[in-house]
């Protein structure tokens, strides 16, 4: 995990480095659900539930879906291989409900990938709403702050999904930003601070480490492997591990590196912006995009609280030996994977 000069750097996976204009088509992005393909997800349903009653337990052949799984499969592909995000909407929530709506998204979410644990608690399908934590909490993870807004970064897997089943009041816009885009602008721009995000940086666990562990790990920002660009970048867990006086002290070249990488990442032409309706899916190559929100308004006493499901999902595109080691499998194989629960 060391840092590289500016002639060691180079652009990657240009074929990626879309702009806000080149995705102004909300269609262009947007894959809607038949009625005909809600049908037969309402079919998989019922066979899934003959089969246990336990939503975890389902796996792939137990919720069939022969005409939509192929489609599924392509826009897996333009996860991995082309821009980076999708979303899949007029999944019928209000007439199914959250529950028949969450097995649901489940189930199309093994047609992606395998799902990973989130966190220690090992939850699979969790939730992103107001669980009563303050941004203040040096503990609190990013899916259970209310109301506030969420900067640029990436989750813990290949692919994030994102299921709306309640929007709440108001505001709340799902942004996504090229992370590939913005990479290849600081390398053209400024290589030898792309080099310094190559070398590992610390990143707070958030009390999540196993038992006797540190409380910080490292990760580079940027990792090149076979002519792919992986990216991993969470910059207040960064900035968070130096509250532990034994984790490396971030040095002047890594913070005006994130500085520099920061301009193109919150740049408006660097990314889009979508509102969820319920029953809308989103999913994000977390390699390729960084996600974030807007700030938005909840009213638990007329019930409009704003709800996601959210799954971490590896995909199969990626095989073992198209990923750095970093990347192998880690919320599979890490202490988080010890548990396995719903949120």
């Known amino acids: ?44 349903l019922a066979v899934a539930r003959s089969r246990t009653d336990e939503v975890l337990d389902v796996r792939i052949g137990d919720f069939p879906l022969p005409t939509l799984a192929p489609k599924l ?41 395998v799902p990973w644990p989130q966190n220690v608690k090992g939850h ?3 939730d992103v709403k107001d669980q009563g934590k303050s941004p203040n909490d040096p503990t609190a993870r990013g899916n259970e702050l209310g109301g506030v807004a969420q900067a640029f970064h990436s989750d813990g897997s290949d692919l994030v999904g994102l299921m709306c089943l ?26 030898e601070l792309a080099g310094e995000l190559f070398g590992g ?48 002290r971030l ?11 920061d301009a193109f990442i919150y740049d408006a032409d660097n990314r889009v912006e979508m509102m969820f309706e319920p029953g809308d899916m989103q999913f994000v190559n977390n390699y390729h995009a960084l996600h974030g929100r807007k700030a938005y308004e909840d009213n638990p006493e007329t019930g409009d609280v704003r709800w996601l499901k959210r799954l971490w999902l590896a995909t199969e595109i990626l095989q073992p030996e198209d990923r750095p080691d970093r990347f192998q499998a880690a919320g599979a194989t890490s202490h988080w994977s010890d548990k396995r629960t719903k949120a």
């Not at 991995?80 to 189930?107: C, H, K, T």
């Not at 929007?167 to 053209?188: F, I, M, Q, T």
């Not at 910080?216 to 910059?235: A, K, M, N, W």
């Open 124 to 126: 699979l399908l969790g």
């Open 73 to 113: 499969a392509g826009l897996a592909d333009q996860l991995i291989n082309g821009r980076g995000f999708q979303r899949i909407s007029a999944l019928p929530v209000e007439r199914v409900g959250f529950e028949d709506a969450s097995w649901m998204y489940w189930g199309i979410g093994l047609h992606l990938g």
């Open 166 to 191: 309640d929007p709440g009041v108001s505001g709340g816009a799902s942004l996504v930003a090229n992370a590939v885009g913005a990479y290849n602008k600081l390398v053209e721009s400024e290589p």
């Open 1 to 44: 995990m060391a840092t590289l000069t500016a002639d060691q750097v180079r652009p990657l996976e240009t074929h990626a480095n879309w702009t806000a204009a080149d995705v102004a088509d909300t269609e262009a992005w947007t894959y809607r659900l038949t009625a005909d393909e809600i049908a037969e997800l309402e079919e998989a």
């Open 251 to 261: 040095s002047d070249g890594q913070r005006a590196a994130m500085e520099a990488y």
């Open 201 to 248: 940086l610390p990143y707070d666990f958030r009390g999540e480490q196993s038992e006797g562990g540190t409380p910080f790990y490292h990760v580079p920002v940027f990792s090149e492997h076979g002519d792919r660009l992986f990216v991993r970048y969470i910059r207040p867990y960064i900035e968070a591990s130096q509250r532990h006086d034994d984790a490396p």
